[in-house]
């Protein structure tokens, strides 16, 4: 059906994907939208009335021509401010419309440019007069709600968990101060590696038909397109010819339909976050293989993309009525992207890893870091010039040198050096930093609301590389000059300003498992780094991990973390004193969720109680020294043991949080809405339903962490007995045994230090720390 492109789009709407809302503020909204052909497009933004049923008088209004990417996708992400300079406020609900004038001068409403012969209805709205809505964060914050998750796998297995927020928006849309007011997508929002059979042959012939022309990898000592690099057969070249690292170690298969051209990582994005350009039908298996195996595994993944597809509509009305957030972790590009030195001097050596980057990058700026930070993608700014560029080098099919060049620059993708075709590196307190253009985009970024701030870190391409070990040496998932510019200035800026409760967004966790740990340590001894991922931890490089810590805890008295990438979600809190015993004492509490579609059969163990039957998470303690910036791990035994330890400048314990018992959600809906027809049966974990005890609440519930495919909300509640707040994290899932309901699990902790816990420390080691 791709093949007849103008036959395909022609029945498609106006609008690909979107309308998406991005960067929100009191003085600006942003919305990002894709197009199926040029257009200029207006955004208005209104008051509401009555609870949001009605449209009041408009606030904000924008204008903005689409930037041609190819010939049937065109993109923008528009911006509305007052022209009087006035503001948004908290408490209030807003609704925003678009407006469309095409290059024939035809003028399209936002109803009209989301239907067509294929798809007569779709509402984007939870009120009658069908625009989308917003709401601002509230000035106090036990009013705040945050929605957080990553890791959408589209052929992961279980039910995907982003269309719960659906049904969370609905059930409060004309509340204002229990509507979610964010939402923080934390890395692996698309899949470049690890991508199925029956996902690759639709972006691959949905990129083609979208850029109208056939990109020229470079493979060998000549060139292919993508679309003669068939699905299930791209592992050598991922490996061999890319030098990715996700296929090592007998995992061929997870590379085996890797993303390579940039016509396909465009379609990854429409097709995660829209249901318009999903064919109707998928080939059928023995079109593509003779092979039982392959037979059998490509109709479990088109089982699983259907259930994806199910449900995408109510993505995308989720996705139009919250400001969402964004940052990349590895599979946004490719599994260990920029892990360590080793892996970039062996993919960016390499002409089809350094185009399969370039391409998963531009992707990554046009749907995602443009609505993150619109001010970069403003006139004269980077971001503007890289759009320029991506223009140019779409209508040249591919051959404009200086584009692809400029489009390198601006994307921060280092030069290579012209003797030892290597990427250039630059040493930078006794790091090695990849080497970039001085006008390249920066991915990191700041927003403030009246009683929150969120600092999302780039944890990928500004990784200190030891300069003085070997190549696959753990890196500092950020150098000391990121540090600086991502985390000190930031906190530095609003220092003064007490109101305001500091979340910090890293996609890799800060505190793993223990088990996790031991496993990283293991690993990295024997050098098998690629196999688990070493070196995307911060717990295997200490003291980049001391120097964060005591960045956050010498600037602020209550962090909230947010993470994802591990495809469990769990909560810990890090309870920090300096030494000699003072009163300055801090306290993290990191929030992880993880997978929204990603469940595996480990997960769903560790979901249960044998987790912390078999290994539970004990209490850790570390002390620390900050010149130079250094972190010893010590268990309560040594202490007793009297070993001394010399002039430690700090101490912490770390402890997790254990979840409640499950709940049922608290909102009336149809399950029928959430599972696709032909999977109603198809329940999972069928496997374990046939073993009477996993029927048991008892071994069903955990106490550690959540394991099923869940998406987070978290909320505040201030109590006056004690003058603090408590932060509650509520994961959702789809319940384990039936899969024919809703439910949650909260975990909850004050939002102070456990004084208990760090005075017992002090106790025990007294006469020690000299």
């Known amino acids: 059906m791709y093949n007849q492109a103008g036959d395909f789009f022609e029945d498609l709407p106006l609008i690909l994907a979107g309308p998406i809302l991005r960067h929100t503020e ?7 939208i894709a197009l199926k052909q040029a257009c200029q497009v207006e955004l208005k933004v209104y008051a509401t009335t009555n609870h949001g049923q009605e449209l009041g008088n408009c606030l904000f209004e924008g204008r903005r021509f689409t930037v041609a990417l190819g010939t ?5 992400a528009i911006t509305a401010i007052s022209p009087e300079g ?20 035809t003028l399209l409403t936002l109803e009209q440019a989301l239907c067509s012969n294929r798809f007569p209805q779709d509402s984007i709205s939870y009120f009658e007069h069908q625009k989308p809505t917003f709401v601002l964060p509230p000035d106090r914050l036990e009013d705040l709600h945050i929605i957080h998750a990553s ?3 589209p052929h992961g297995s279980g039910i995907d968990a982003l269309p719960i927020l659906d049904s ?27 991508v199925s059979a029956p996902f690759l042959w639709v972006a691959s012939h949905l990129g083609n038909a979208l850029l109208g022309w056939e990109e020229q990898l470079p493979v060998g000592q000549g060139s292919c397109t993508p679309q003669e690099l068939a699905p299930g057969e791209r592992s050598q070249l991922a490996t061999i010819e890319a030098g990715f690292t996700a296929g090592l170690h007998n995992k061929s298969a997870k590379v085996s339909s890797h993303l390579f051209g940039l016509g396909e990582y465009y379609a990854a994005y429409l097709l995660a976050w829209s249901p318009v350009c999903w064919p109707d039908a998928f080939p059928p298996g023995k079109w593509v293989s003779s092979d039982r195996q392959t037979l059998k595994t490509w109709d479990r993944a088109v089982a699983d993309l259907r259930q994806l597809i199910y449900t995408l509509g109510k993505v995308r009305r989720a996705l139009a009525n919250i400001p969402m957030y964004t940052i990349f972790d590895d599979h946004d590009v490719s599994d260990d992207w920029n892990l360590n030195q080793a892996w970039c001097l062996q993919v960016l050596s390499k002409p089809l890893g350094r185009r399969t980057v370039q391409n998963a990058l531009l992707a990554y700026s046009v749907f995602q870091a443009w609505g993150n930070t619109p001010e970069q993608f403003a006139v004269g700014q980077s971001g503007k010039k890289l759009l320029a560029a991506a223009e140019s080098w779409s209508l040249s099919g591919g051959k404009d040198v200086a584009a692809d060049e400029a489009i390198a620059n601006y994307l921060g993708i280092p030069k ?35 009683c929150h701030e969120v600092i999302v870190l780039d944890t990928r391409t500004w990784r200190g590389y030891p300069a003085d070990k070997k190549s696959i040496a753990p890196p500092m998932l950020l150098s000391p000059l990121a540090m600086k510019q991502q985390l000190i200035q930031p906190l530095q800026k609003t220092a003064d300003n007490q109101n305001l409760t500091t979340f910090v967004v890293t996609p890799t966790n800060v505190f793993e498992l223990q088990v996790i740990d031991w496993i990283h340590h293991w690993q990295l001894k024997r050098e098998k780094v690629f196999s688990t991922d070493v070196g995307d931890a911060w717990n295997v490089n200490f003291e980049a991990l001391a120097r964060f810590l005591t960045t956050l805890c010498e600037q602020r008295q209550q962090v909230v973390i947010l993470s994802g990438d591990i495809h469990y979600s769990c909560a810990t809190r890090f309870s920090y004193g300096a030494i000699p015993h003072s009163p300055k004492q801090s306290v993290l509490v990191q929030l992880t969720a993880s997978a929204l579609k990603n469940e595996e059969t480990m997960t769903r163990l560790v979901h249960t109680s044998l987790k912390h039957w078999l290994l539970p998470e004990k209490v850790r303690r570390w002390l620390g020294w900050n010149h130079p910036p250094k972190m010893l791990k010590v268990s309560g035994k040594r202490l007793q043991r009297r070993q001394a330890i010399t002039n430690p400048n700090w101490h912490c314990v770390l402890e997790w949080i254990r979840r409640q018992p499950t709940e049922k959600f608290p909102v009336q809906v149809d399950i029928s809405t959430f599972i696709a027809p032909r999977n109603r049966t198809n329940l999972r974990s069928s496997w374990l339903k046939l073993l009477k005890f996993w029927e048991y609440p008892w071994l069903r519930d955990g106490r550690e962490v959540v394991g099923l495919n869940n998406l987070a909300s978290v909320h505040f509640d201030f109590s ?51």
């Open 720 to 770: 006056d007995t004690n003058n603090c707040y408590q932060i509650i994290q509520d994961n959702y899932w789809f319940s384990s045994t039936f899969s024919t309901e809703i439910v949650y699990s909260r975990f909850a902790t004050n939002l102070q230090p456990n004084q208990y816990l760090l005075d017992e420390f002090l106790i025990v080691g007294s006469g020690d720390f000299s």
């Open 26 to 32: 009191a003085k600006s909204a942003t919305v990002l």
């Open 168 to 194: 969370l928006i609905a059930s409060t849309a004309n509340q204002p101060r229990r509507r979610p007011h964010q939402l923080f997508l934390t890395g692996d929002q698309i899949y470049g590696d690890d």
């Open 151 to 153: 890791c959408r796998k």
């Open 416 to 450: 290579c050096d012209p003797h030892t075709g290597l990427p250039n590196f630059i040493l930078e307190d006794g790091v090695l930093i990849l080497k970039r253009h001085p006008e390249a985009l920066t991915w990191h970024y700041t927003i403030t609301s009246n």
């Open 86 to 105: 006035d503001s948004l406020t908290s408490n209030c609900i807003y609704a925003y419309d678009l407006k469309f004038t095409c290059a024939d001068q």
């Open 72 to 76: 049937y996708l065109h993109v923008v």
